[in-house]
């Protein structure tokens, strides 16, 4: 985890350099819906939370590799099977 926080300025440079892309901080987003839900914008969930179509994954080892970049699209079945699951995570935790 040391290193990714390390390195995630790196890899963010990298990227923008590579897509073209802007990257803007944003905090934490809370589902509107399921209140217990929150994602930032580099961590799983974050398409239903943050009301996206598509992030990237971005991949980074060292300075003497390319990075990897990855475009993962939405996947509105994936989210459906994800939320009963966790709904009951929270519900077992919270107990």
Do not use: H, W
């Amino acid at each position: 985890m040391a290193y990714g926080q390390y390195n995630e300025s790196v890899a963010r440079t990298l990227f923008i350099e590579k897509l073209q892309k802007a990257v803007r901080p944003a905090g934490l987003f809370i589902d509107e819906e399921f209140g217990f839900l929150g994602a930032s914008p580099d961590d799983p969930g974050q398409l239903r939370v943050c009301k996206m179509q598509k992030c990237y994954f971005v991949g980074y080892i060292s300075p003497t590799y390319d990075i990897t970049v990855l475009e993962i699209e939405r996947d509105e079945n994936f989210i459906r099977n994800m939320l009963p699951k966790l709904e009951v995570s929270f519900l077992v935790v919270t107990d």
